[in-house]
């Protein structure tokens, strides 16, 4: 079992044999998860750009005014008829 000491200021320093365990360097991040009465403690890799094309997309998103004369059209047919969307 590895411990570590809680600070005054809720800091822990997490000892190096989980650091290189968890393949852990400075600035990363981690995560806490909470399980019944337990923590597991996991590296969070990437940022939101690794993300990129993760999602595949059926086809191509419409533009803004495309999407909200859809939306005028679907709430109301006399505001759309006013050319209130152009």
């Known amino acids: 079992m590895i411990i ?3 600070t005054s200021k809720g800091q ?3 000892p190096k044999s989980v ?19 337990k923590f597991i403690i996991y590296p969070l890799s990437g940022d939101i750009t690794s ?7 059926s086809e191509r998103p419409m533009d803004f005014k495309a ?3 859809k939306v005028m059209n679907a709430r109301s047919p006399m505001t759309a008829a ?5």
């Open 12 to 14: 822990t320093t997490i």
């Open 4 to 6: 570590s000491t809680l």
């Open 82 to 86: 006013r050319g209130n969307c152009k």
């Open 51 to 57: 993300l990129r094309g993760a999602l595949k997309v």
């Open 19 to 37: 650091r290189d365990a968890l393949h852990l360097n400075t600035n990363d991040k981690i995560a806490y998860e909470l399980h019944d009465d």
């Open 67 to 69: 999407i909200r004369k």
